[in-house]
């Protein structure tokens, strides 16, 4: 079968058509499934959804709160209870609510990758629930679970445990108020958006490309040249 | 059961094809399980490269001429592939550090699988036309359960590029030198 070379081409205009319909980053689905909703979408987002919240009822059996897990319905919150995790005295059943906090609050020193969340109980902790929050791909990724009993702050580092799934970070807490995720404004670490960065590179592949190309280029003529001529002189 | 494979084309595809889309599907439903996506991109990339253990390198289109150049189109074609999002860098995800070697090793193993040793098999049952088609049908079908629904149309007309330029250039080093990167850099 003959080989046209019009069909690369023409391929690739039809790759870069239908990947302008989709959101960047489709690549072997390491993004997650569904777009974060911000309360405060950065400037850079369109077509933002508002987060959700949630709500859940434990029952209490015996005097022992019931393991159960509370989240929002779009489940960037989720906070996990061990049974007998509250305070159940004197009650039947315990709620657990999950509220996105509007407008946002602002820590100086602080910058928050994902929306802070009031969580509230109406009975206490005795045993440490486990917080995951999701955070946007399309941010710089958190380094810490940060905690306040006011949206005004003081805000503290709780840590993390871990990255437990791509895009999320879960920590451990025996107390309720407000949680987001975020990193210190001034860390080093966070490299920021890829707003600078994939410009720069696709920049870099074209010269590379350009400037490599023209001596190998160069060199296989060259070669072709000599092989051309060497027939010659053996025919 | 070995020499019905290597003498039957058809079987050998439809036993590629299951394994290529076990695996890929297993890989897609066992990284949402907690603290596990690291090691089940890893161990799903390595699977997928085994799906070429039995196949010859120049086969696979991974023989040595002309490396230099097909190298080089692989950084072109990485190009292309992250054109859209690069027009469009303020909304570019951004991968997360722990992911990068496995990244590496999903691309990888996703371009031996499909432009390697399933082009292969199906190019003996059908020729050109049959394994550029099929392993971008494939390959859509593979990344049916990791993606959302609108983004298949996208990740179809990827495979069939990188299909073509298998084809075209008879190279596997380029698909995969352009997927390892597109998958770097988001």
Redesign the interface.
């Known amino acids: 079968?003959k080989?046209p070379?019009f069909?690369?081409p023409i391929?690739?205009v039809?790759?870069?058509?239908?990947?302008?319909?989709?959101?960047?980053?489709?690549?072997?689905?390491?993004?997650p499934?569904?777009p974060y909703n911000w309360v405060c979408p950065p400037?850079?987002?369109?077509g933002n959804l508002p987060p959700t919240s949630g709500h859940l009822d434990i029952k209490v059996l015996g005097g022992v709160s019931d393991a159960n897990s509370a989240f929002t319905d779009d489940a960037q919150v989720v906070m996990g209870f061990l049974p007998g995790a509250f305070d159940a005295t004197g009650k039947t059943v315990i709620t657990v609510d999950i509220k996105p906090v509007s407008p946002c609050p602002k820590s100086p020193g602080l910058t928050f990758s994902t929306n802070v969340y009031q969580i509230t109980a109406d009975a206490p902790l005795v045993k440490k629930a486990n917080l995951v929050m999701r955070y946007s791909?399309?941010?710089?990724?958190p380094s810490n679970v940060y905690y306040a009993t006011s949206p005004d702050g003081p805000w503290t580092s709780i840590g993390v445990l871990?990255?437990?799934?791509?895009?999320t970070i879960d920590v451990t807490t025996d107390k309720f108020g407000y949680y987001a995720a975020g990193y210190p404004t001034n860390s080093v670490s966070h490299?920021g958006?890829?707003?600078?960065?994939?410009?720069i590179?696709?920049a870099v592949?074209?010269i590379?490309?350009l400037v490599?190309?023209i001596p190998?280029a160069m060199v296989?003529r060259r070669r072709a040249a000599e092989g051309a001529g060497e027939e010659e002189d053996g025919g | 059961m070995l020499s019905a494979l290597t003498a039957r084309p058809a079987v050998r595809v439809a036993v590629l094809a299951s394994y290529i889309l076990l695996v890929s599907w297993t890989r897609a439903l066992a990284s949402n399980a907690p603290h596990a996506a690291t090691a089940v991109l890893v161990i799903g990339g390595l699977a997928l490269a085994l799906s070429a253990a039995a196949v010859p390198f120049d086969r696979l289109g991974l023989g040595r001429s002309r490396l230099g150049f097909r190298i080089l189109g692989g950084f072109a074609l990485a190009v292309v592939l992250l054109l859209p999002a690069a027009a469009r860098a303020g909304a570019a995800p951004i991968l997360p550090a722990f992911l990068a070697v496995p990244a590496i090793v999903v691309a990888v193993g996703e371009e031996i699988a499909f432009r390697g040793a399933l082009y292969a098999a199906l190019e003996d049952l059908g020729g050109a036309p049959v394994a550029i088609i099929g392993t971008a049908a494939l390959w859509t079908a593979a990344h049916a359960l990791s993606h959302p629904p609108q983004f298949l149309i996208a990740v179809a007309a990827a495979g069939l590029l990188l299909a073509l330029w298998r084809w075209a250039c008879k190279d596997l080093a380029g698909p995969i030198v352009a997927h390892v990167i597109a998958d770097l850099a988001l």
Not at chain 1, 18 to 28: L, R
Not at chain 1, 43 to 46: G, V
Not at chain 1, 137 to 141: E, L
Not at chain 1, 162 to 167: D, T, V
């Open positions: 079968m080989r070379a069909l690369l391929a690739a039809v790759y870069v058509a239908a990947a302008w319909q989709v959101s960047p980053g489709f690549y072997d689905g390491f993004a499934q569904q400037l850079h987002i369109s791909d399309i941010i710089a990724a871990s990255e437990a799934q791509p895009f490299g958006p890829n707003s600078q960065l994939l410009p590179a696709i592949l074209i590379g490309v490599a190309g190998l296989r």
